[in-house]
C-alpha cells in the first residue's frame, strides 16, 4: 500500500484502463485518491484509479498510530481475509461508459467478518464480479477491523462508510455513474454496516475531508444479507433509528442462522414498515446457515435455496429501477 503513495500518478490514458477494472487481481499501477492529492499531483484522470484510499494517510479519524498491529491476510477455502486494517479504502470494479450492459448504477460492497476481519473474496470481490455480470459497477469496501475500544461500535467502520459513499457520488459524472443510483450491500457485519449508513447519514461522524464530504451519504438502495448485531440482545428491539428516510432495503436471512439470528431481519423489516419507509423486500430461507456469501466458496457443498439470493436481488433492483435486464436474462 506504501507503493500507492510513492508511485504518484502518472498520466495513463482511459483507453488502457478500459476493462482492467473488471479484473482479478490489482494492476501496477496504485495512486493515492482524495481531492487535495489530484490536485497536487494534477491527474484530470483521477477517479480511475486501482484503489481509493478514503482519507489522508496521516489524517485517518478515531485513530491512535501504533494501537493496531500491521494489516495482513491469509488464503482459505473461501478466498482470502483481512485482519488489522487501519487504512480503508475503496476497490473500484467499474464498467466502461461505453460499455451496453452498464446500468450507470454502482454499489459500494461491504464483506463481513464480525468487525474483527473481513471476508475479502467470498463477501468482497466475487460479489462485486457477480454485481459487474448483471451491468453494476461496484467498490469494496475495505473498512477499518478489528473493533476500536476506545471507539464505539462500529464507529470507525461507520466513518469508512460515509466517506466512501460521499467520495463514491462525488466522482461518480467523471465515471458515467447515476448520482442517484448508488447503493451499498453488506454481508453479516457489512450487514450491520448497511443498516449504520442506512439510518446515520444525516451527520457525518469525522471532520469535513474536502468537498465530497459535502455530498449526501445516503444509500439510495441497501441490501443487508444476513445482516449481524440490528437487535438488542433481546432480538426483539431495535439497535438503529429506523425512519421514513431509510433507503429502499433488500433482506435475507436464514432460519438455521446462529451467528445472526432469523429475527434480525424479520424485526427490522416490521421496522421499515412501521416507519412507512420506501418498500423494501425480504427474503427468509429454511436453510442456510451463515457466511455463504454467493455460494461459491469452495467448502460450500451443498447449493442452498438460500443460493438463490442474487437472483431474487437483480428482481429488487429491477424493481425500482436501478437495472433494466429481466432477472431471467442474467448471468449469474
Known sequence: FTRAIDLGCSPV?????????????????????STAAVAALDCPWAP??????????????????????????ENGSDGRTLHNVSRPLLEPFVLDRDDPSSTGSAVIVAPGGGYESLAWTKEGTDIAKWLNSIGVSAFVLKYRVPARPWLSFGEAPL????????????????LGLNVSRIGFLGFSAGGNLAGQISTRF????????????????RPDFVFLIYPWKLLEDDLRTLALP????HPPAFLVQSEDDETAHVETSIFYYAALKAAKAPPSTMHIYSVGGHGYGRCTAKDVSIKFEACSWPDRAADFMSSIGMISVPAHDLIL
Open 13 to 33: 490514458p482511459l483507453e488502457h484502463w478500459r476493462g482492467a477494472m473488471r479484473r482479478q487481481a490489482p494492476s501496477a499501477a496504485l495512486c493515492l485518491l
Open 48 to 73: 480511475v484509479f486501482t484503489l481509493w484510499p478514503l482519507f489522508p494517510a496521516a489524517n485517518v479519524p478515531g485513530e491512535r498510530p501504533g494501537e493496531i498491529g500491521p494489516e495482513w491476510g
Open 159 to 174: 466513518m469508512d462508510a460515509q466517506r466512501a459513499v460521499g467520495l463514491l457520488r462525488h466522482h461518480a459524472p467523471a
Open 202 to 217: 444525516d451527520e457525518r461522524k469525522y471532520p469535513r475531508v474536502d468537498e465530497a464530504d459535502d455530498k449526501s451519504c
Open 242 to 245: 429506523v425512519t421514513s428516510q
